[in-house]
Antibody, heavy 120, light 106 residues
């Protein structure tokens, strides 16, 4: 069974950094692209970024709203994807989800999400 | 950026009624349109992919149609457990979502 678990969320001050993890199980993680999405409290869904599988270069794409601040990486040996978030802003407050797929295709599986709160 | 306009934003429906949610894209996206259900305090769940492809484990009362710029999610014979927010998502370029439709059970 496919299982994704996000972790690393919490309360952080504006301008600081946080790294989220997405730990996968139940499938060959290295064969799949991973996306990150977020949902601000009471709001809709927003794509954050995406990392391709190594077979497709392992390259990344980011939304304009986080470009230059957020970086996605992956460690296929551990079945983990990371979202490094720097220079956090209040408007980055949201539940962050990782998914399998979701960039050039459907987001077939979602984790339970981790809440990031940016506040002074 | 491709804008997805979902309607209605809110719908209050009695059980066994048919529900229709529409999603209109600002430019043609072929069939790169997917539908998700999100229940309160849960993560989204894929319901329909590529406009009309059914997903294993999703009840058959959920169906999708459309191509180009106009898409529809239909819930035939609504059940109480279908109370949720529904989102469309396009994957033709930078991913974007519709604003969501909240379905309430009367």
């Amino acid at each position: 069974e496919v299982h994704l678990v996000e972790s690393g969320g919490g309360l952080v001050q504006p301008g600081r950094s946080l790294r989220l993890s997405c730990t996968a199980s139940g499938f060959i993680f290295g064969d799949y692209a991973v996306s990150w999405f977020r949902q601000a409290p009471g709001k809709g869904l927003e794509w954050v970024g995406f990392i391709r599988s190594k077979a497709y270069g392992g390259t990344t794409e980011n939304a304009a709203s986080v470009k230059g601040r957020f970086t996605i990486s992956r460690d296929d040996s551990k079945s983990i994807a990371y979202l490094q978030m720097n220079s956090l802003k209040i408007e980055d407050t949201a539940v962050y989800y990782c998914t399998i797929g979701g960039y050039s295709n459907s987001a077939d599986y979602w984790g339970q999400g981790t809440l990031v709160t940016v506040s002074s | 950026e491709i804008v997805l306009t979902q309607s209605p934003e809110f719908q209050s429906v009695t059980p066994k009624e048919k529900v229709t949610i529409t999603c209109r894209a600002s430019q043609s996206i072929g069939t790169s349109l997917h539908w998700y259900q999100q229940k309160p305090d849960q993560s989204p769940k894929l319901l329909i992919k590529y406009a009309s492809q059914s997903i294993s484990g999703v009840p058959s009362r959920f169906s999708g149609s459309g191509s180009g710029t106009d898409f529809t999610l239909t819930i035939n014979s609504l059940e109480a457990e279908d109370a949720a927010a529904y989102y469309c998502h396009q994957s033709n370029g930078v991913p974007t979502f519709g604003g969501g439709t909240k379905v309430e059970i009367k």
